[in-house]
């Protein structure tokens, strides 16, 4: 599927849910270009469990403190960290100490992330992930 497809499926998805969802009272409704690029940054390799971890605990985190409980390359940690502070998600906080010191904490922003990981959860209560998986058809 090309990455034009995918848009557009991604906007037909989105197009749907809005019809199903009626806007929450003083909170203004987002454009449909924006949904779609929060959809793609958080479809992110690893992109959602880094916001899970940081939900779970703000920090702040060291680097390698992220990697290991995580089980992330470092290569691939390195770029959402930069992502998330990027987007204001995150706060990099850099020490002049030897050796150097860096530190991630989640931003409000991010922490507002919490009903999303809410709402996963209610849903995988609600189906289990193990029985979706399993009624998925197998890709070829």
């Excluded at 906007?11 to 793609?40: C, F, H, M, Y």
């Excluded at 060291?62 to 290991?68: G, H, I, S, T, Y």
């Excluded at 959402?80 to 050796?99: C, Q």
């Excluded at 992930?129 to 890709?139: F, G, K, T, Y």
């Amino acid at each position: 599927m090309s990455q034009h497809e995918r848009e557009a499926d991604w906007s037909g998805l989105l197009s749907d849910i809005d019809a199903q969802i009626p806007p929450a009272e003083g909170v203004p409704e987002a454009r449909s270009n924006e949904k779609s690029d929060l959809l793609t940054f958080l479809g992110s390799a690893y992109m959602l469990k880094v916001l899970h971890e940081f939900v779970l605990d703000p920090g702040p985190w060291r680097f390698n403190e992220l990697r290991e409980r995580l089980d992330v390359p470092p290569t691939t940690l390195t770029n959402r960290l930069k992502e998330l502070t990027d987007a204001g998600l995150v706060v990099r906080e850099s020490y002049d100490e030897i050796p150097p010191r860096v530190e991630y904490t989640a931003t409000e922003k991010l922490l507002d992330f919490r009903p999303v990981f809410g709402c996963l959860g209610i849903w995988v209560e609600k189906h289990g992930w193990e029985e979706v998986r399993s009624e998925a058809p197998e890709e070829s």
